[in-house]
């Protein structure tokens, strides 16, 4: 046997031996640096409600990738709560009796990733939804022979009619619906709370933190936008964001803000703009969305002053330039064409009052009442899907609920940011009117 | 699972007093017998939910001093109240989020909600006797799923008027001749074995 065959031999175990080493040693230090790219574990893309921290494995997995407990925690740490503040009509206790032991078979309720698969987005039928869109006869089988008015309905129809979601129920149970049956489709006086963030300076903590401390450097010269703005107007010092002379920072962190708009900033970091954040991550921009965004504008980072800007804090600017500088997706450029935007037009020209204008963050930020306090919720992603979840703390604050039930369950409508009429009736309203005629006016003692 | 649970937990205290030479006569390992902590569990839920009926709803509610409005929605409602059937669910769904170690439901032949008729056979049969022997409860066991459980149901009664009252008039109730003091349902307590 020739003596450089073997040699030759060795040496690609060798070679084969080293570079498995090397792709091995690249994998590890890949796992244990929290700054390298997780993207060489990705089984498969996520969807797109979490492709944003698909390289935070840990946001999902914690540390380790055997328990489902782990993974329902995670679930239920960044979604319990809206799905608590939803009364979820179908919540794990529902599914944990024992007498349901049969149904978990069929689909195991208790857990969130029975229906919600990630890493596969080819079964994703919307909404992140993994199963077909006829589970619900699983369980709901016999509301045919329950409700006449049911038959012959297609079993694919109960969450995609604009009838019923599997959590969010809130615009759509039955008393509800006759609770607000007949009315117009437009209120008579269609104008939002006006906002009072100014009512919080009754906070003395708050007040302390708006003064600041100590002074600025000598070299620094009030900007250029800032006389008239709401900071001004509240009597913002410098100081209070950027730190006093020994401590000043140019650029605060993004999330400086939090100190004094804790709960605007709560709801941005549940939101696609602000979760990489919330996970620890760089920013998000606009590069990085899967919607259309305009391309010049790929690359700006998402904090708060991306919308507010730095010193002018102009929320008008905050309410619909600023989202239409980034997004380029067929609904947001026909909000330009639309009669919301007139509307606002028209606000903006002192023609209507204070509230009348509808905006791109009248929709999609919509304002909360706590207490006293009237806030903007800046989780814009809350109640995007399913659509009917903006039925009542967005559309009916103008809109008759049977009229918004209909816009909504309109794809197209929604489309062309609600020029038009709605095509299709949903007869959700109508149902409940007939069933409630047929108990002959037989009322419980409350 | 609770049942094997309190025997190995005796089984081991008896071993290791054994091994310290305390010189105790070992005793035979005893366990909480299923019916008697049943027994006692609906007790205090039985007990729990007539006093809201009575305390709360009927003193405050419309039949008292009706500063608030108990209803199904109530949460849609300003000064809301839970009805006493849901305040009772409440309590089933919160002990679920913390203790697998037992679970319990209220049911009827007769439900207001279809979810809550009874499913298992043992619920069927046992849901019947209570109807058909009023004071009386009933116990057995079942498997469902891969495990045991002893499961006990026990007479759901009209306390006040407007229990039956509520349930003739809803819109959805099956039944309409509820009369005070009569069986609307029972409540279900299972323990797995």
Redo the contacts between chains.
Sequence with gaps: MPVGKPGIKTLWWGLWLLGSLALAAWLGMSLLDNDASKSAFLPGAMTHGHHQIELQCSACHDEGFNSQEVLQNACVNCHGEQLADARDSHPKSKFTDPRNANRLANVDARYCVSCHVEHRPELDVGMGVTLPMDMCVHCHQDIGEERPSHQGMAFDTCASAGCHNFHDNLALYEDFLLAHADEPWLSERPRLTPRNLASRMSDADLVALIQGSGTPPADKTVPEHWDGNAHAEAGVACTACHGDADQWVDKPAPLQCAQCHEQENEGFLQGRHGMRLAMELSPMTPSQSVLNMHVEASHRELTCISCHGAHDFDTQKAAVDSCLGCHNDEHSNEYLRSSHHRLWQAEKRGELPPGSGVTCATCHMPRETHGDDVLVQHNQSLTLRPVEKMIRPVCMQCHGLEFAIDALADPHLVEKNFQGKPEHHVPSVDMAVERDKAREGKRGPY | MQYSRTLFATALATLLLSACGGGQESKPAVGIDPQVYTDSLFAVMNADRTNYTKMIIGRL???GADSI?????W??LENGAP?PAQMFRYG???V??VS?DF?Y?LQSLWPIN??NAP??EL?KEGLQYIVDNPGKNFYGTEA??D?T?YTAVYPDVAVAA?CA??HN???DSPKTDFELGDVMGGV?I?V?M
């Design positions: 509610g419309p039949a409005k108990p209803h199904e929605y949460e849609d009805l089933a769904e919160a679920a989020e697998s679970s439901s279809s979810q499913k298992t619920e469902l799923g495990t459980y407007p009252a509520c008039n809803h819109k279900v299972r797995p």
